[in-house]
């Protein structure tokens, strides 16, 4: 096994720990993550995230009223995205 094959897995292990972190700090159930939420698990800030929003660059919202929420599937997926070979 290749350190390039343990990568996805290491992001997923990684992402759970991240997940599991904030069930402790978040009322909201951690598949939908505010942009706060969504930095710590990025390693973005917020405002990077919402700058990207902004430009249509950034990975796929949830809009609830005035209220931003991103789901862990849309985050890991655009980071996953992101792999260069």
């Keep these: 096994m290749t350190l390039d094959s ?21 009322p909201v159930h951690p598949e939908y993550l505010n942009p706060k939420g ?3 698990l990025t390693s973005f800030t917020p ?7 902004q430009r249509g660059e950034g990975p796929r919202y949830l809009k609830i009223g005035k209220s931003i929420r991103y789901t862990l599937a849309d ?11």
């Design 47 to 53: 405002k990077a995230l919402e700058r990207k929003r």
């Design 75 to 85: 985050l890991r997926a655009w980071m996953e995205a992101g792999y260069v070979e």
């Design 6 to 26: 343990q990568l996805p897995e290491h992001a997923n292990q990684m992402a759970m720990l991240i997940v599991e972190s904030l069930r402790e700090d978040s």
């Design 38 to 40: 969504a930095a710590r």
